[in-house]
């Protein structure tokens, strides 16, 4: 008998306010045919004032929740993934603890930008296998609409605001590959490559400050790194490309996610695309794209799933997971 996380529930929020790439014509050198061809992004969500990162991981949580068919009094723990939370302390996660009404457990926020939902998931598992924690909520949520500098055409297209969830569950499996729940993790970083995508503000500047990156350099770190951590925790999980049903990858440009299923051996009707609704939610994505990819009727329980991230830091990593 091996423990395993099982996922027992997702949900997802998503802001009222949609905006087209036609929007950003108006005030930008941009067009909608450079934003879709270069990114595959067609529209992406923006929040309003009420809709912090907190508010949208708080109704993506209950949405879980409501999926699992479990309450609030059964969580242990609130992982929330997340670069953008409401303030710089306490952790938006115990913001969340607090507007669900939670009264026991514990909550805490990882920060690893777009990777930061590998990163939860691989804390949850662990918390999970070590006996410290039963069920727990993972959440991705992000504001990044906030940390946009809409004078900068290379960025600011590219982002969207959102909110994921999944609840996972302690439950006893075999030990093989054939078991529900997360079947292995792979998680990276390297510092030296700090300046490719970061935020120029925070308590040493005294300022929210804006997203700057060199998105041509990312790319193409992203296709190598996102390919190989893909391989590394497939292997772990002691299967292969040929067993996977889904690849749920981070959803920033539709070029990145199909270099990277063709890196790894999958076609692209194995892989849950969403970019062209959303653009980039950073540690959101994964979860919305989970989320949206269960109520499409995609991703159906016993499914093997693949799921990877490479963002800011640099930070990236890999779950190997059955539904
Ligand atoms: O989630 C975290 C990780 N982030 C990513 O994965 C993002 C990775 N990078 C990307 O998605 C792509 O690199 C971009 C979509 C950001 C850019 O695509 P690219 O093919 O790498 O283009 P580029 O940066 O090499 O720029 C090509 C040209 C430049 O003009 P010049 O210098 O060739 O004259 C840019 O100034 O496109 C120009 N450009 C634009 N033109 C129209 C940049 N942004 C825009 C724009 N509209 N919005």
């Known amino acids: 008998?091996?423990?395993?996380?099982?996922?027992?529930?997702?949900?997802?929020?998503?802001?009222?306010?949609?905006?087209?790439?036609?929007?950003?014509?108006?005030?930008l050198d941009t067009t909608h045919e450079w934003i879709v061809s270069r990114s595959g992004i067609e529209r992406r969500h923006f929040a309003n004032d009420d809709e912090t990162t907190s508010m949208m991981a708080t109704e993506a949580a209950k949405a879980a929740l409501a999926d699992a068919g479990l309450a609030v009094d059964d969580v242990d723990a609130i992982i929330l993934a997340t670069s953008t939370a409401d303030l710089t302390f306490p952790s938006a996660a115990t913001m969340v603890q607090a507007r669900l009404g939670m009264t026991r457990g514990f909550a805490f926020d990882v920060q690893a930008v777009c990777a930061g939902f590998i990163y939860a998931l691989s804390n949850a598992n662990a918390l999970i296998l070590s006996g410290q924690a039963?069920?727990?909520?993972?959440?991705?949520?992000?504001?990044?609409?906030?940390?946009?500098?809409?004078?900068?055409?290379?960025?600011?297209?590219?982002?969207?605001?959102?909110?994921?969830?999944?609840?996972?569950?302690?439950e006893d499996g075999k030990g093989t590959k054939d078991d529900a729940g997360i079947l292995a993790t792979d998680l990276n970083s390297d510092g030296s490559h700090r300046e490719l995508l970061y935020v120029d503000g925070g308590v040493s500047t005294g300022t929210t400050g804006y997203l700057r990156m060199q998105?041509?350099?990312?790319?193409?770190?992203?296709?190598?790194?996102?390919?190989?951590?893909?391989?590394?925790?497939?292997?772990?999980a002691g299967v292969t490309a040929h067993d996977i049903d889904w690849v749920v990858p981070h959803q920033a440009n539709i070029r990145i996610i199909q270099g990277t299923a063709k890196k790894m051996g999958l076609p692209m009707e194995k892989v849950v695309v969403t970019v062209q609704d959303h653009g980039n939610t950073s540690a959101a994505s994964i979860p919305l794209a989970l989320s949206v990819g269960?109520?499409?009727?995609?991703?159906?329980?016993?499914?093997?799933?693949?799921?990877?991230?490479?963002?800011?830091?640099?930070?990236?990593?890999?779950?190997?997971?059955?539904w």
């Open 1 to 27: 008998m091996t423990t395993r996380a099982v996922i027992k529930g997702v949900g997802h929020y998503l802001p009222e306010r949609i905006v087209p790439n036609a929007e950003f014509e108006k005030t």
């Open 134 to 170: 039963k069920c727990v909520l993972v959440i991705g949520a992000e504001t990044f609409s906030r940390i946009m500098d809409w004078t900068d055409r290379g960025t600011c297209v590219l982002f969207g605001d959102g909110a994921g969830a999944l609840v996972l569950r302690a």
């Open 215 to 236: 998105g041509n350099q990312v790319f193409r770190h992203a296709v190598e790194k996102l390919a190989a951590t893909a391989n590394t925790a497939m292997e772990r």
């Open 294 to 322: 269960r109520a499409r009727g995609q991703i159906k329980n016993g499914d093997l799933i693949v799921t990877e991230a490479i963002g800011g830091g640099l930070a990236w990593g890999a779950v190997v997971m059955r």
